[in-house]
């Protein structure tokens, strides 16, 4: 029945000439996000010399984005103490270089994530992915854009992984260091999160950044 209802709806609104995204989206027999294929994302032994000990290397194909591109060049999975001071100290400290604006920032979306939203204070485990954007050959400071890239992502069993913190999101990339950290909240028994990046999948394994 609810299958017919829907048909109905699709029709009605094909009749209509209606044509919103959301409407298309519900009408769609299959959905475009569904039909691309994960990037699968491996440990590297080359590693980026701007990470530090703790962080795994990581390898995969870049995100491309309109005038830059994203890559993943590490990642870390620390569980968590319980306590957001003390998770401060360690979650998302993997770059060598690390702005004192930046650290104050990660600091205060730890605080307020975990103390305005009771679903992340529930999970215990932080995943931060250091990413690299890429601008294009010669691109100075001048000429630098804004990273407006979405992270979003689910674990292997379906539960939605909790944005925490973007470092670059909002702000020109900077040409001469161009990194930045994504701090995501998830459980420490996923084996892995499917990370989804201007619609393209990428499957981090979890239960390799447990054994490094």
Request: glycine residues 8%.
């Amino acid at each position: 029945m609810i299958r017919d209802v829907r048909r109905a709806m699709c029709l009605t609104a094909v009749l209509l000439g209606i044509t919103a995204a959301v409407v298309l989206a519900g009408c769609s027999s299959s959905p475009a996000a569904d039909s691309v294929q994960p990037v699968k994302v491996s440990t590297s032994k080359v590693k980026d010399q701007n990470l530090r000990k703790s962080v795994v290397a990581l390898q995969a194909d870049p995100a491309v984005f309109d005038g830059y591109k994203v890559v993943l060049v590490g990642a870390t999975l620390d569980k968590s103490t319980g306590d957001v001071f003390k998770d401060g100290q360690v979650v998302g400290s993997g770059l060598t270089k690390l702005p004192v604006d930046e650290a104050t920032s990660l600091g205060f979306d730890l605080g307020f994530s975990n103390s305005s939203d009771k679903e992340t204070r529930k999970k215990d485990a932080y995943v931060s992915l250091y990413v690299k954007y890429q601008l294009p050959p010669g691109t100075g400071q001048r000429d630098s854009v804004i990273a407006s890239a979405e992270f979003s992502g689910v674990d292997d069993r379906g539960d939605a992984v909790d944005l925490i913190h973007v470092s670059n999101k909002g702000k020109y990339i900077d040409s001469a260091y161009p990194y930045g950290v994504v701090v995501f909240k998830t459980y420490y028994d996923s084996h892995s999160v499917r990370l989804d990046l201007n619609g393209i999948p990428y499957v981090i394994d979890l239960d390799g950044l447990k054994t490094q």
